[in-house]
């Protein structure tokens, strides 16, 4: 009897073990897997082969002949997930690469992250993809200048092809979210300019603010900040969950004027340095007390109630500067209700992650159908071509159909905690 227990606990923790495997196998590629996925599918291959073999070793009196089937089984279906869905990978990775008209369609409006220059350059050329995202992930192995270069070589390749230039965006807000530095001089948050000086000399300083971190993102190649977060300030610290978002700590001020005067100052000094900025995060943060990084988050409040947490985005915005959307679903948000506040003729209302409906703003069945099977996050961000805001960008993406456009260069990974 006393070996009956121990016999017991690690059957439960070989089928926990089992368990576990399957979930990974079923999300290979995941971008919060990233870090498996140079030995993902050859660790899963290699447990499933050496653990059948492990059971098929086993001692005659240990052996049980319906437990063994049934592990049999399961390992077979780990083989056999495993194998499915690195060939569908790379189905997608040559489907991808064959380009075509529809392809070029939707990639525009992706900004992909990516590892290496070589994978990334045949989407860039062919017009696969709208953009890229850097970050320390790209500046670890080579460094400020060679990573230049290589921008510098993909926005060659985009002119000689008679293609827009590529957007090149990172994450550099400042203080706890740089994730350019130490490469790139890393910068205090916006929310320490408003209590460090004088509030008449605030414009200027933010102003100031935003050349000296453009001109550094400027040098390296960088054309798109996502930046500032113009969520107001929390009333209430975040709850335990929201480790990720940390918006109190990132946001400029509870007051609308000043973060609307400080946002300002700073979107007009990137300008002066020639780099392109990203409000933040759309329909605003500071009601929301779940980490959106982690699950979708539900607003209650109404348009009206919401008229002071945008106005950051109204008055810096003003039609020019894009808008990257949180995953906050207000559910008494409609498109015309947003349209009337902010005094646009037209806007893009981008479904939020998770969500089950096509983007209103496509019109291809195509991209509609990789939509609803997608996982992204979404964004309002300046075209390339016209300057002006275009459809929504999908800055990152989960395992999906919209994966074929990751699948090229690798998948898209997670790139930042916080964005």
């Not at 946001?251 to 000043?258: G, H, L, M, S």
């Amino acid at each position: 009897m006393p070996r009956a227990v121990p016999r017991c606990w690690r059957s439960l923790l070989a089928w926990a073990a089992l368990g576990s495997l399957l979930a990974v196998a079923w999300n290979l590629k995941h971008p919060l897997l990233y870090w498996l996925r140079p030995c993902e599918t050859a660790l899963l291959l290699a447990v499933a082969v050496l653990g059948g073999s492990a059971a098929l070793r086993q001692p005659p009196a240990q052996r049980s002949p319906g437990r063994r089937r049934l592990l049999a089984l399961g390992l077979l279906a780990l083989a056999g997930l495993t194998l499915w869905r690195e060939l569908e990978f790379h189905a997608d990775r040559r489907h991808v690469l064959a380009g075509g008209r529809d392809l070029q369609m939707l990639g525009e409006h992706f900004i992909v992250g990516f590892r290496s220059f070589a994978e990334v350059e045949p989407l860039a050329a062919r017009g696969l993809i709208g953009g890229i995202y850097l970050t320390r992930r790209n500046l670890l192995p080579d460094g400020v200048v060679t990573v230049a270069a290589g921008i510098a070589q993909l926005q060659e390749a985009r002119r000689l092809a008679g293609l827009p230039p590529l957007i090149v965006a990172a994450d550099q807000e400042g203080g706890p979210v740089a994730h350019l530095s130490p490469w790139l001089e890393r910068l205090p948050a916006l929310s320490s300019l408003v209590h460090a000086a004088p509030p008449e000399t605030l414009a200027v300083r933010a102003r100031l603010h935003g050349e000296r971190q453009g001109a550094s993102l400027a040098a390296l190649g960088v054309n798109l900040n996502l930046a500032p977060v113009v969520d107001l300030r929390p009333s209430e610290p975040n709850a335990a969950l929201a480790f990720l978002t940390g918006s109190g700590g990132r946001a400029i001020d509870d007051d609308p004027a000043v973060v609307t005067e400080v946002a300002r100052a700073y979107v007009a000094g990137l300008a002066d340095a020639g780099v392109g900025a990203t409000l933040k995060h759309f329909p605003g943060l500071a009601r929301v007390r779940e980490d959106t990084h982690l699950r979708r988050a539900s607003l209650a409040a109404t348009t009206e109630d919401l008229r002071g947490d945008w106005q950051p985005f109204r008055s810096v915005g003003n039609g020019t500067v894009g808008s990257l959307l949180g995953k906050a679903l207000g559910r008494a948000f409609t498109q015309s209700s947003i349209k009337s506040m902010f005094h646009l003729p037209t806007l893009s209302i981008a479904p939020s992650v998770s969500s089950n409906s096509p983007m209103r703003s496509c019109s291809s069945p195509q991209r509609s159908k990789m939509a609803r099977r997608s996982s992204t996050k979404l964004s309002s961000l300046p075209c390339a071509a016209c300057n002006r805001v275009s459809k929504p960008l999908a800055l990152r993406s989960s395992r999906s159909s919209c994966s074929r456009l990751s699948s090229a260069s690798g998948g898209f990974s997670p790139s930042s905690a916080s964005i």
